[in-house]
């Protein structure tokens, strides 16, 4: 058996390169700012470059910003390559870019649901091809984490799109993981209901949200940070033999929807 790492420093990303897709803003950016606490250095991307430079806690370290589509093959082969440019080398890819509005799925148009699609999945496997070009040359430590949702293991009335491209993302990982493995690992994060700065479009007011959290295991939506701090566990040596799964982060998620209607009857 291999030795196991050092457990107090297994978090330390001191020398490490990191891109996250989608990094500038919502749960990207707290993803690619807690790499920079963490050590690492970081290449954040988008369409649009954001007003603030995404920052470590203390502000001290920066990530790299290039702007790009992961939709475009040719924009994502410059990401990659003006990020290993940067850093020397790629350790870790987190595909954050992604989502979708809501649209009626008897009406919706095919060239919407081919967008959605593009994004969703299309584009974080373009991302994983051109980073594994670079992480096959390396010493094996490689991770790809592919952020999905709980929208593609549950029905998803009104993002149908979203639902089957958000499912797809699992497979992708349990594919690459075997095609890839050992020197890369491949990883689904499926992510629940989260405080981001949309979650008022989404869940409603401070006190549907709070509603909405009750019906989660642990009574509450969950934090940005909270899958961050995910993310760095499973890119660490600590999740080294974790590899083509699906890790559920969705604060235990949700109760069964008949169990709170025969509470409202017994109530009433």
């Known amino acids: 058996m291999e030795n196991p790492p050092d457990r107090a420093t297994a978090l330390d990303f001191s020398g490490r390169a990191v891109i996250v897709t989608g990094g500038t803003r919502g749960l990207g950016r707290t993803i690619a700012g807690a790499f920079l606490d963490a050590g690492a250095d970081v290449v954040t991307c988008a369409r649009n470059a954001p007003k603030e430079a995404v920052a470590s806690a203390d502000g001290t370290r920066q990530a790299a910003f290039v702007p790009a589509d992961v939709r475009d093959p040719d924009q994502v082969a410059t990401l990659v390559a003006t990020a290993v440019e940067r850093m020397g080398r790629l350790d870790v890819l987190v595909n954050n870019a992604g989502g979708a509005p809501t649209a009626d799925s008897a009406t919706v148009s095919p060239r919407f649901n081919e967008k959605v699609v593009a994004l969703n999945l299309i584009g974080p496997m373009t991302c994983c091809q051109a980073a594994y070009r670079v992480m096959a040359d390396q010493d094996g430590t490689g991770v790809m984490i592919n952020v999905s949702s709980v929208s593609g293991s549950r029905p998803n009335p009104l993002g149908v799109a979203y639902g089957a491209a958000k499912a797809g993302l699992a497979n992708m990982a349990a594919t690459l993981a075997h095609e890839w493995g050992p020197g890369v690992r491949?990883?689904?994060?499926?992510?629940?209901?989260?405080?981001?700065?949309?979650?008022?479009?989404?869940?409603?007011?401070?006190?549907?949200?709070?509603?909405?959290?009750?019906?989660?295991?642990?009574?509450?939506?969950?934090?940005?940070?909270?899958?961050?701090d995910m993310c760095l566990v499973l890119a660490s040596p600590l999740a080294r033999w974790v590899t083509g799964t699906t890790v559920e982060v969705h604060g235990g998620g949700e109760g069964p929807a008949w169990l709170a209607t025969v509470a409202d009857r017994d109530r009433n």
């Open 186 to 228: 491949v990883l689904t994060l499926a992510v629940g209901m989260i405080e981001t700065d949309d979650a008022a479009a989404f869940y409603g007011d401070a006190e549907s949200r709070a509603a909405i959290g009750a019906h989660l295991a642990m009574g509450r939506l969950g934090h940005p940070a909270e899958v961050a």
